[in-house]
């Protein structure tokens, strides 16, 4: 928007200041920036002071950041979901499509894995008793060594 003043142009930047912008999102400035110098972020536009202003899309996409780096989704993997819009339709990429149900895959076989060692506890604590013996967690097929008592 530019409003006209004795004979010159003024452009107007509204927006949010990277301050403004960690506090709506959660993310610090310097995690912002460097979001930025890694190309994760466009660059954001500048005032005239040169300060960095961020839109409400900027907002939307860096929450949408820190949803899917909450899933455990690497900065790398996240990329191509970024360059979509944020009201793409998934299906309409089968291969973004595929990956993110590759990643929710992941996701349900770590929470398996945790509750097999959930369970575990459980039969500890309901046993009352640590006592020797093997424990298989198929998660990771990785035997628990026996500990020997010492008497």
């Given at each position: 928007m530019s409003e006209a003043g004795a004979g010159t142009s003024v452009h107007i930047v509204q927006g949010y200041s990277?301050?403004?912008?960690?506090?709506?999102?959660?993310?610090?400035?310097?995690?912002?920036?460097?979001?930025?110098?890694?190309?994760?972020?466009?660059?954001?536009?500048?005032?005239?002071?040169?300060?960095?202003?961020?839109?409400?899309?900027d907002i939307e996409t860096m929450k949408l950041i820190t949803c899917l780096k909450k899933t455990g989704m690497s900065l790398d993997d996240m990329r191509p979901y970024l360059?979509?819009?944020?009201?793409?339709?998934?299906?309409?990429?089968?291969?973004?499509?595929?990956?993110?149900?590759?990643h929710k895959q992941k996701i349900l076989d770590q929470i398996a894995s945790?509750?097999?060692?959930?369970?575990?506890?459980?039969?500890?604590?309901?046993?009352?008793?640590?006592?020797?013996?093997?424990?298989v967690l198929t998660g990771d097929q990785k035997k628990m060594p026996v500990r020997r008592t010492i008497r």
């Open positions: 990277i301050k403004q912008t960690a506090e709506l999102t959660g993310i610090t400035e310097d995690t912002i920036r460097y979001y930025e110098k890694i190309g994760l972020l466009p660059r954001a536009q500048r005032k005239g002071n040169s300060h960095r202003i961020y839109s409400d899309n360059d979509l819009s944020l009201d793409s339709n998934l299906s309409e990429y089968p291969e973004l499509h595929e990956m993110i149900l590759n945790l509750q097999q060692i959930v369970d575990l506890i459980d039969s500890k604590i309901d046993q009352n008793y640590l006592g020797p013996q093997e424990c």
